[in-house]
């Protein structure tokens, strides 16, 4: 077994590396701490190939690996983590299930203008009584004509604030093989995109309603019984989100490291202190070993959409790493790490955040059980059995 990276991919490694130290390193801070999407950083990732990394040349990709995807927002992530969001968002986000399902028209419409950077896309899926139990979502489209019908909520859309196209998971019917997806643009009658609410990351979010509006039937993306469909390639989505966990916690890491290494306390550095020490020793370990999972998964998606069970695995993993580190940087580095002139404590709150969204850490471990003991486990409470007749 090989764990280097290839000479292709430690040469791409560099280069965006080179790119995040020249473009992205001085105002890091700034970014972090800015709820708006930076569309700058997205205009400038597309310039240098940073956008649709997975994706066809023929779409306006780059033709490259996931694993390519994932090494992105670990160099961008180093120097600047905000703005590993935006690599997120070209190649792992709801765009990826876009480019995958969309029809040639919906993508000569909207995969150019995603890939430049000149909007963004959010992700409508979860609602008031439908979170990690997705499929209860009620939002639902009745045909009409040449249209749609659609009416229900969904909330904590990430990018909602700026998004000017949503794709929204919704029922054309009863049961999971009614549930489909829709795109639906800002602006369309019947779409009111509430006021931002905030998470404790300082990310916005703003409520999404539906009501008797219309949404051209050239707007759907998944047509009946496409749910499995949108949580395989959902998967990819997983995946970004844990290489940001990781990625963030490294940063943390790093921060606390260099600190550490020059802080002196009782007249010797901190790292002279066997309680750092182990404490350093333990956090390494926690990001290595998530790290072999998340790049097992990206490496053996290639191209494709990666296993449900690597990226469980992975994304469980990473996401515990990610805050766990995170938030031992933060001890680490005393009042320093705490403060918001550093970016460790928000690395901390990112990564917080990620344990709950995109499939909590708990329902993957549900998703994990399932592989270990080969069967499913039914989150619902069993039916009542049907009384027999007196
Ligand atoms: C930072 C962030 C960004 C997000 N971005 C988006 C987005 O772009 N689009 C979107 O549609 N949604 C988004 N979400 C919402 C996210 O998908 C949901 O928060 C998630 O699915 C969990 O749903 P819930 O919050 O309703 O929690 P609930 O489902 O109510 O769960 C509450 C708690 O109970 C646990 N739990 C629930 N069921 C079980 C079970 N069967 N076994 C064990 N534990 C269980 C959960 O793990 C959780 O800890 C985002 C959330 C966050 C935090």
Known sequence: MNFD????????????????????????????????????VAKLMHAQGLMGITLPEADGGVGGTLMD?????????????RSADVVQFGNFGPIRTFAEYA??????????????GEMVISLGMTEPDAGSALTDLVTNARRDGDAYV????????????????????????PGLDGIGSVLVERGTPGFTIGAPSR?????????????????????????????????????????GNCARALALGRYAYERAREYVS?????????????????????MAIKLESAQLLLYRAASNADRGLPSAYETAV????????????????????????YSSETLVEYCMRRCRGWMIAGGSIEMLKNRI??????RRFDQRPPRAKPQAAE
């Open 5 to 40: 990276f290839t000479d292709e991919q430690k040469l791409f490694a560099e280069s965006v590396r080179k790119f995040a130290l020249a473009h992205l390193a001085k105002d890091a801070l700034k970014r972090a701490h800015d709820p708006r999407f930076p569309f700058d």
């Open 69 to 81: 995807a994932v090494i992105a927002i670990e160099q961008v992530a180093a120097v600047c983590p």
């Open 103 to 116: 029809t040639p028209a919906q993508k000569e419409r909207w995969l150019g203008p995603l890939l430049k």
């Open 150 to 173: 659609v009416n229900g909520s969904k909330v904590f859309s990430t990018f909602s604030p700026d998004a000017q196209i949503f794709l929204v998971y919704l029922r054309y019917g």
């Open 199 to 239: 998470f404790m990351s300082g990310e916005e979010w703003s409520e999404l309603h539906f009501e008797n509006c219309r949404v051209p039937a050239d707007n759907v993306l998944l047509g009946p019984g496409g749910f499995k469909k949108q949580i395989s390639a959902f998967n990819v989505e997983r995946l």
């Open 262 to 282: 020059t802080r002196e306390q009782f007249g010797r550095p901190l790292c002279e202190f066997q309680g750092l020490q182990w404490k350093f020793a333990d």
């Open 314 to 337: 992975a994304k469980a993993a990473c996401n515990q790493a990610g805050f766990d580190v995170a938030n031992d940087a933060v001890q680490a580095m005393g009042a320093l790490g």
């Open 369 to 374: 059980a399932e592989h270990v003991f080969d």
